[in-house]
């Protein structure tokens, strides 16, 4: 696979793995935790046992995909099997799949309980249970899903929890799951890339599309994803693009598993320049040529922020997250740059953090009551 070194959250979680132990692991994002997962899981599988033996859960079809192509990798001159589950796709074929051998399972939280509910897959073999993504999870509102799958491993494991972040309901589950888990946190005071710059542009509501556009005809950028808060606001900025930018193209949670796939592997051959997504697309996932993230919509937490620009700058490789700034984002970006210990590199004018949110707004509670002059309906 071309790999030389280990990254340090490899360095330091395989030892644990291979033997067998529990672990909590944070690190930043892009800092090789899917193969510090997949690579001594692989090592502790039993190709002659025909059956699933690990089993590893994450939040979005996306990342269940990019999981099992990298297990994929990994065993490619060993006789084990991965294969993924997640809903929007025939769960036909999938039982199917099923029902021959498998021995790493990768699955989103809804379909993997759809299978555990009608009877069809068997979980008695799993030696390993994976949680990845685990604080996504959480604040996607998988609490319960996940209890329930825990309640399904009645028989001793391994429990592997990774994370990015470490709020206090990870905690919390690892001490009602986990037996004596080795703890392993590594950047706790930088989470995303060290290799990734950080640059803001204070720029009217107005001439955001303009600013935009004017990076994209530049030459600096090898491919980027540019990030929108919803998917309104996706389609809305991509049929505005899409004439103009050949190379254009988008991904949201609404559209079709395959149309998704499709742009993603597009995105991954360099075929798509530009990738209009909204925060599907910043958790986990790996693209190797992405050179910029930019934020069009200003992220709605300074956690946001850290998975979105983490798509760039990933393993070391350098990355620019370029953040756009209005008028109405001045307190955010404040406490956004405070939260994440950010060095910003502000593009043109740094704005006056002292008097923003000192504008007037009238709401209807200042303003001054009239009562209606309509004409009452005649009866």
């Known amino acids: 696979m071309g790999y030389r070194e280990l990254t340090p959250i490899q360095e330091l979680t395989f030892p644990h793995i291979l033997a067998g132990k529990d672990l909590l692991a944070t690190a930043e994002t892009g800092s090789g935790k899917t193969s510090a997962c997949g690579i001594p899981l692989v090592q502790r599988i039993d190709p002659n046992l025909k059956a699933i033996q690990a089993l590893i859960l994450v939040p979005t079809r996306e990342l269940a995909l990019q999981y099992t192509e990298e297990i994929g990798r990994i065993a490619q001159h060993l006789q084990v099997?991965?294969?993924?589950?997640?809903?929007?796709?025939?769960?036909?074929?999938?039982?199917?799949?099923?029902?021959?051998?498998?021995?790493?399972?990768?699955?989103?939280?809804?379909?993997?309980?759809?299978f555990l509910y009608s009877g069809k897959i068997s979980l008695s073999d799993v030696q390993t249970f994976v949680l990845d993504e685990a604080d996504e999870m959480l604040k996607e509102g998988f609490l319960e899903d996940i209890e329930?799958?825990?309640?399904?491993?009645?028989?001793?494991?391994?429990?592997?929890?990774?994370?990015?972040?470490?709020?206090?309901?990870?905690?919390?589950?690892?001490?009602?799951?986990?037996?004596?888990?080795?703890?392993?946190?590594?950047n706790e005071q930088q989470i995303a890339p060290q290799s990734l710059k950080h640059r803001f542009q204070f720029v009217a509501q107005d001439a955001r599309l303009s600013t935009l556009q004017d990076k994209m005809d530049g030459d600096t950028i090898t491919q980027a994803i540019i990030f929108c808060n919803s998917r309104l606001n996706a389609e809305r900025l991509y049929l505005k693009l899409k004439d103009r930018h050949p190379k254009v193209d988008m991904v949201h949670g609404g559209m079709e598993q395959q149309k998704r796939s499709s742009v993603i592997r597009r995105l991954r051959n360099r075929q798509v320049r530009f990738m209009i997504a909204t925060d599907l697309a910043g958790r986990g996932l790996d693209f190797t040529h992405v050179s910029h993230v930019i934020n069009y919509d200003f992220p709605r937490s300074p956690i946001t922020y850290t998975h979105r620009t983490g798509r760039a700058g990933r393993m070391g490789r350098e990355g620019t997250a370029v953040t756009l700034v209005t008028h109405r984002d001045l307190g955010p970006v404040k406490r956004l740059i405070t939260a994440n210990g950010l060095s910003p590199d502000w593009i043109g004018r740094e704005p006056d953090y002292a008097h923003q949110g000192t504008r007037k707004r009238s709401s209807r509670r200042n303003r001054p009551r009239h009562r209606s002059h309509r004409v009452p309906k005649k009866a």
Do not use: E
């Open 81 to 114: 099997v991965p294969f993924a589950v997640y809903g929007g796709f025939d769960m036909g074929v999938q039982k199917a799949k099923l029902q021959d051998v498998v021995h790493i399972l990768v699955a989103t939280p809804g379909r993997l309980i759809d």
């Open 148 to 186: 329930f799958v825990f309640s399904c491993l009645i028989h001793q494991h391994q429990t592997l929890l990774f994370s990015a972040t470490m709020p206090a309901d990870i905690n919390r589950l690892a001490d009602k799951y986990l037996n004596g888990p080795i703890r392993v946190r590594l």
